[in-house]
């Protein structure tokens, strides 16, 4: 069980160093990932950014992902060719699907856009963080959109989740680190002592504080 996410970013930042990663980018799924990927990024030395993504939900079934966006320029939009087919839609109805999440999207773009700067991918390893994931659906499409940009390697980064989402993430990314699989998984908030639900503030000063902390490291 961990402390809080700061310290299962901690221990997980300890975990990834000794793993001697090329040129990483440390890339923080919020709200909720943003803690422990600022920690895992203090570890490394490496540059924090925040990769938003949107799930756009079946008709009638909002927790069921039929596509996915992510955050970009221009936005990724991940299908789940599998979810589309068996509720029959159509390009238009998908495309309306989409769009009706766009706006919650260039929302968190826009506000977290204000605190961190885009980095380039290109020829660097991506370390996709979150404080655990309990299916792994979201990660995986954020993968499949980070695959795009170029980056030599994918790296997931977790303090904690269950073997199957493990291995979902396995056949996504090059390398998955997590710091514990219970076999009885539960909810995330059953792993840590302390859990609360992040707003948008929290999640901001969590990054401007991270920020401060790399300017301090590196002064131009």
């Known amino acids: 069980m961990f402390r809080d996410r700061q310290e299962a970013g901690e221990r997980l930042g300890l975990e990834l160093l000794g793993a001697k990663l090329a040129n990483p980018v440390v890339l923080a799924l919020p709200r909720g990932g943003i803690p422990v990927a600022a920690a895992v990024a203090n ?57 009706a999440e766009r706006p919650e999207l260039e929302r968190r773009s826009r506000l977290f856009g204000g605190v961190t700067r885009s980095h380039s991918l290109a020829g660097r390893t991506a370390v996709l963080v979150d404080d655990g994931a309990a299916t792994g659906a979201t990660l995986k499409v954020a993968l499949r959109a980070v695959k795009r940009r170029g980056p030599t390697r994918t790296v997931v980064a977790l303090p904690v989740a269950p073997s199957d989402a493990l291995d979902v993430l396995r056949q996504e990314a090059d390398q998955v680190f997590c710091l514990s699989a219970p076999g009885r998984f539960r909810a995330l908030s059953y792993h840590y002592r302390s859990f609360p639900q992040l707003t948008d503030e929290d999640a901001i000063n969590a990054l401007r504080a991270a920020n401060e902390e790399r300017k301090l490291r590196h002064p131009r």
């Open 43 to 99: 570890a490394l030395d490496a540059p924090l950014d925040v990769l938003i993504v949107r799930k756009v939900g079946a008709p009638g079934n909002a927790e069921l992902a039929v596509a996915a966006i992510v955050d970009g320029t221009p936005p990724d939009v991940v299908v789940n060719r599998e979810i589309v087919e068996a509720y029959s839609l159509g390009d238009e109805e998908l495309a309306a699907l989409v769009n």
